[in-house]
């Protein structure tokens, strides 16, 4: 039995989940790409598919990558629940002969998990039969993103991208693929819409312990309204979003209809001269808030959320930099 621990507390069931899909269950296997990749997506409520001035686009919808004219890197670097969870994230955008690609890669690392063992693996833990320490390990899962957006007429756009996912734990690893396409529709400068198929073909993941996991299929949809607030010369962005999945997640989505379960996200962004300000919900865990400064091609963004469940709250910082 392996069981995880920090300062002799049961880590939270979210974490405990990551080393459940290292035997086989498949319901988190894409959690670690799939939440708060980068500071300004987390701010505002995490489904963010029609608005990006970095490479960030690179993961969240290679459909926008033409409507980015600067070549960029973003690197970004979160901790979750109070630090046991460290996630990081790099992406590069450029252009490639008539089409806008872009690599990415996201890393997250959960150190010092505690092996545990009954003193006679027969019989249940008692006072007589205790749980022992037996050494510690760490919970290591990556995955690389090959991405490029074309424009399809003057309103659309459209995405494609391969993903190559690995994990490691303890002595065993897992390797798998996986496909995502997605779509850009300008309705007008000041209201477009994005939508996302992500995993379509699901995606694979292979153990070496003979066991097998499987990341569902899902789509995201977004929309986002600008608009401009003349007097205090600032402009706006509105933001909603909504995750449909097929992995069983009823106790988190707002709702589930049939083997569906639904997440809704909304997020509000102010923005005057480089300096921007930002808040968001999202119906999967709570709301976050975050702040950003754009000066010289350098891009600073920050993102907060709060405790949410007892699980420790989540800090993310994003760098970019974008050149002609």
Do not use: C
């Amino acid at each position: 039995m392996k069981d995880l621990y920090k300062n002799k507390k049961i880590i939270p069931a979210v974490i405990v989940s990551l080393i459940f899909s290292a035997f086989g269950s498949g319901k988190y296997a894409g959690e670690f790409i799939s939440s708060g990749i980068d500071a300004r997506s987390l701010s505002l409520g995490n489904i963010i598919l029609t608005s990006f001035d970095t490479p960030a686009a690179v993961y969240f919808n290679p459909a926008f990558l033409p409507e980015i004219e600067m070549n960029g890197v973003t690197v970004s670097h979160g901790e979750r629940f109070e630090g046991i969870v460290q996630q990081e994230f790099i992406a590069y955008k450029t252009k490639y002969m008539n089409a806008d690609v872009g690599a990415a890669l996201i890393w997250l690392n959960v150190d010092g998990i505690t092996l545990t063992k009954l003193e006679n693996e027969e019989e249940d833990v008692s006072p007589e039969n205790p749980i022992l320490r037996d050494g510690t390990v760490s919970d290591n899962e990556f995955a690389f993103f090959l991405t490029l957006g074309k424009r399809y007429n003057e309103k659309m756009n459209w995405g494609a991208g391969v993903k190559f996912l690995y994990k490691t734990f303890e002595e065993e690893s897992a390797a798998g693929l996986g496909f995502d396409l997605s779509g850009l529709y300008k309705h007008n400068p000041n209201l477009s819409m994005g939508l996302k198929l992500q995993d379509i073909t699901t995606s694979a993941l292979f153990w070496t312990t003979g066991t097998n996991e499987f990341v569902s299929p899902s789509a995201l949809f977004n929309a986002e309204y600008n608009g401009r607030l003349d007097y205090f010369l600032t402009d706006y962005k509105i933001i909603g979003g909504t995750k449909i999945r097929t992995e069983n997640y009823k106790e988190y989505a707002l709702t589930s209809i049939g083997f569906m379960d639904i997440v809704l996200s909304a997020g509000i962004e102010l923005k005057y001269k480089m300096i921007s300000l930002r808040g968001g919900y999202n119906s999967d865990d709570t709301w976050s808030a975050g702040s950003g400064i754009s000066l010289m091609g350098f891009i600073l963004d920050y993102a907060f959320r709060p405790d949410f469940e007892d699980l420790g709250n989540t800090h993310k910082a994003s760098l970019s930099y974008m050149w002609k």
